[in-house]
């Protein structure tokens, strides 16, 4: 019997950890985006397909397990755009045990919306917006992050 | 009051060069020529196009899933326009020291694999990607000939669905040839897609 509970419990408290990508619209995105909040919004895009992406989420957890209160991480997938079925990023997120908060952005037609998250984004993966309310100061990579570069991002927009 | 909206001005004017100039051709822009080695290892240069109305210029790889995504549909235009006067060309920017798979020899067996009737140019300095001012892949610029020279005419996506080609209800590409042909003005100039970004040698 016993052999029997402790990997039922295991199991139960694997899929309670296991965290749910919510699937989200361009409005709840710009929502986000735009919310009167006390933090600054790390928005990363990526993609599970995307080589440089994958290679720099580890930058974004770090940032998330350090528990800054004044930053709240964000990683918004774009897989759907290519593939509907979101079954591939659940299986990425719980393989790389991803704590930090991930949306799955469900818009066709990528030309009406991309400008729409930045004027200087061309599109190409990955991305990463920084937003700080407060001071009303944005910045926006549109490739991947160098060693040390989110940091310096941070300490600007502060 | 006034001071701000000065300040603010010449912030916006000094953003917009920003991102005007050093970036690439902007729709009306004439191209440089290039000379790059083809597949067939042969030299494929712009100027070779002397006798076409236009080409139909793509920044196109081997390994991401938007450019296998496009694949077919790449094929297809060639199939469709090189016989109206709009061949296609494509050519691949990305390093191959980051990205193996879009080596010249891959770019060699994925020609001959798919069966490619049209040039798979190496870009292998990185220059004429830069030029463009290609950022992603597939990125297309159709060109249309004015005598001796090319000018940009459209810059952007294929269509407007990676996932399925038969529910693109927008066809960038076809639209601004078939405008081109019949010398209308296009009507969609720029669009922007998500799809993997250029491997660049410094990044």
Redesign the interface.
């Known amino acids: 019997m016993r052999r029997l509970i402790f990997p039922g419990l295991f199991f139960l408290l694997s899929t309670c950890l296991a965290q749910e990508a919510k699937t989200v619209r361009l409005a709840d995105l710009q929502k986000l985006m735009n919310e009167k909040s006390e933090k600054i919004q790390v928005i990363n895009f990526w993609a599970t397909?995307?080589?440089?992406c994958v290679k720099e989420l580890p930058v974004f957890e770090k940032l998330r397990a350090e528990g800054r209160p004044d930053v709240k991480v964000t990683l918004v997938s774009?897989d759907l755009?290519?593939?509907?079925n979101p079954a591939k990023v659940y299986r990425f997120i719980s393989k790389k045990n991803i704590q930090a908060q991930v949306l799955l952005l469900d818009e066709?037609?990528?030309?009406s919306w991309?400008?729409k998250i930045d004027?200087?984004?061309?599109?190409?993966?990955?991305a990463t917006i920084l937003i700080n309310h407060k001071t009303g100061k944005r910045r926006f990579v549109?490739?991947?992050l160098e060693e040390g570069e989110l940091e310096t991002y941070l300490r600007e927009i502060q | 009051m006034k001071i701000f909206s000065v300040v603010a001005l010449i912030t916006g004017l000094v953003a917009l060069a920003a991102?005007t100039f050093g970036q690439g051709y902007e729709v009306g822009d004439t191209v440089s020529d290039f000379k790059l080695k083809n597949v067939d290892g042969k030299m494929v240069s712009l100027s070779d196009f002397k006798r076409s109305t236009g080409v139909i210029v793509i920044f196109d790889c081997n390994t991401c899933?938007?450019s296998k995504?496009y694949n077919d549909r790449i094929i297809a235009l060639n199939s469709k326009y090189a016989s109206k006067g709009f061949p296609v060309v494509t050519i691949n920017s990305n390093d191959a020291e980051s990205?193996p798979g879009d080596s010249f020899e891959q770019m060699v067996s994925k020609a001959r694999k798919k069966k490619y009737d049209f040039p798979y140019l190496w870009d292998d300095t990185q220059k004429v990607g830069r030029a463009f001012g290609a950022?992603?892949t597939p990125h297309a610029f159709v060109l249309k000939r004015q005598g001796s020279d090319f000018v940009v005419a459209y810059i952007?996506?294929i269509d407007?669905?990676?996932?399925n080609a038969s529910l693109a209800d927008?066809k960038y590409v076809e639209d601004a040839v078939n405008a081109l042909l019949s010398d209308k003005p296009v009507p969609v100039e720029k669009?922007?897609?998500?799809?993997?970004?250029?491997?660049w040698k410094d990044?």
Do not use: M, Q
């Not at chain 2, 669009?191 to 491997?199: E, P, Q």
């Open positions: 397909w995307c080589g440089p774009l755009d290519l593939d509907p066709p037609d990528a030309n991309i400008s004027k200087e984004w061309s599109g190409a993966l990955p549109g490739r991947a | 991102s899933p938007y995504a990205s950022t992603n952007g996506a407007n669905n990676a996932r927008k669009t922007k897609a998500v799809g993997c970004g250029i491997w990044a």
